[in-house]
């Protein structure tokens, strides 16, 4: 019985031992390829995000100086899109 438990006490040695070197590896790769691959990400998002807020600053002033052009047509526009959005609210 006790050769069992010999066996078995160095099998659980080996697993802990396997478990340690492969959280080791996971560690070392998290380091080396997955935290720079995610801080990339996050700087191309950052400016996706600055890309888009400022072609959304371009196309409001282009707005901003069409209604100040034409002030009469834009309130036509904007009075036909409630009506049609009212009708489409309706149903």
């Known amino acids: ?3 069992v438990q010999n066996i078995a006490d160095s ?3 080996d697993a802990k ?3 340690a070197q492969l959280r080791a590896q996971v560690d070392s790769l998290m380091k080396e390829r997955v935290n720079p691959a ?3 990400l996050a700087h191309q998002a950052e400016a996706a995000a600055h890309q888009a807020g400022a072609e959304m600053r371009h196309q409001a002033a282009r707005v901003t100086g069409a209604v ?3 002030p009469i047509a834009a309130l036509a ?3 036909a899109a ?3 959005l009212a ?3 309706r149903r």
């Open 82 to 84: 409630g009506f049609v």
């Open 68 to 70: 100040q052009e034409k």
């Open 17 to 19: 031992a396997e478990l």
């Open 87 to 89: 009708q489409m609210i």
């Open 1 to 3: 019985m006790t050769n």
């Open 11 to 13: 099998v659980a040695q």
């Open 77 to 79: 526009i904007a009075a």
């Open 38 to 40: 995610l801080s990339g």
